[in-house]
């Protein structure tokens, strides 16, 4: 069997198809609509319009699991009609689901727009194992291997303003959610950076919070719970006191709490 067609595509509610890992069975999208949860969960509350709009030429991204684009597609979109150029670095496992993704069908209305040119960058990174694409007036880098090597490996110096955090769950792919990993974005994170991810995992919000960053509640999209945002100097929705501290036991367990353990709360 061809190994890309082990990846099984999928419809999601709102037309767009998301695919299934042949390993765990985990889709890469919530079934209630990919491409909404690319926009919702993923484009929209990074700010990057917010920040081209008050005048930013240039907007760095770091996309964490490149899938089948859906994420980047949507931050493009996100920019349009703005002078602002996004530079995307993203990182890929698996040359398999992006060749899949491929041959997947566009789906429908301004995705198939969005998405097009999106699918012919991919299509030609993939061609040369990895590489870099112009997009808009930015540019894309696709990286393929571990991230936690790949994302040690860049020489690149560059903060970036947004990170999609947007790898398969804790319970299937714990390796991108530890706590050496989040500390290695963190550290690539600018002072207004902000990191969106689906998981509200307590261990999750928690391990962000111990690497320095303030988190915060993430969107609902549809019916799915809150995700998570975490960065510096935004004002992100806070928790209620009492999963605040609990939140900042978890980060900073013994009994004085580190400097910033407050913070699981908006950000200040
Ligand atoms: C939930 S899907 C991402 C969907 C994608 N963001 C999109 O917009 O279509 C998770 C992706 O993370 C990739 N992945 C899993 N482990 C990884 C790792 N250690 N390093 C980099 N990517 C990884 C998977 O191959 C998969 O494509």
Redesign the pocket.
């Known amino acids: 069997m061809d190994s890309t067609s082990r990846w099984r595509a999928e419809r999601t509610a709102d037309g767009s198809f998301t695919l299934v890992s042949p390993e765990h069975g985990e889709a890469?999208?919530s079934l209630a609509g990919a491409w909404t949860q690319?926009r919702e969960r993923y484009a929209r509350p990074c700010r990057l319009r917010e920040r081209a709009l008050a005048g930013e030429r240039r907007l760095a991204l770091l996309d964490v699991?490149?899938?089948?684009?859906?994420?980047?597609a949507a931050a493009f979109a996100e920019l349009e009609g703005t002078d602002a150029a996004l530079d995307v670095l993203s990182?890929?496992?698996?040359p398999d689901?992006v060749r899949a993704a491929l041959a997947l069908p566009l789906g429908e209305g301004g995705l198939a727009r969005v998405l097009t040119p999106v699918r012919s960058g991919l299509a030609a990174a993939l061609a040369t194992g990895g590489g870099e694409f112009a997009l808009g007036a930015g540019r894309v880098r696709l990286v393929f291997g571990?991230?936690?090597r790949t994302l040690a490996a860049e020489r690149e110096p560059a903060l970036f303003d947004a990170v999609?955090l947007?790898?398969?769950s804790p319970k299937v792919?714990p390796?991108?959610w530890q706590s050496d990993f989040l500390a290695l974005v963190a550290a690539r994170m600018g002072s207004r950076s902000v990191l969106s991810t689906y998981s509200s995992a307590v261990r999750v919000r928690a391990a962000l919070l111990a690497v320095g960053l303030s988190v915060g509640l993430g969107p609902r999209v549809g019916a799915k719970s809150s995700g998570t945002l975490a960065g510096r100097g935004f004002e992100l929705p806070g928790f209620d006191p009492r999963t605040a501290r609990r939140l900042a036991r978890k980060a900073f367990p013994g009994p004085n709490p580190a400097p910033g353990a407050e913070s699981a709360g908006p950000f200040s």
Do not use: Q
Not at 65 to 72: E, I, V
Not at 91 to 94: A, G, I, N, P, S
């Open positions: 890469c999208h690319a699991g490149t899938g089948l684009g859906l994420n980047l990182l890929e496992l698996e689901v571990d991230a936690r999609f947007d790898p398969f792919a390796e991108l």
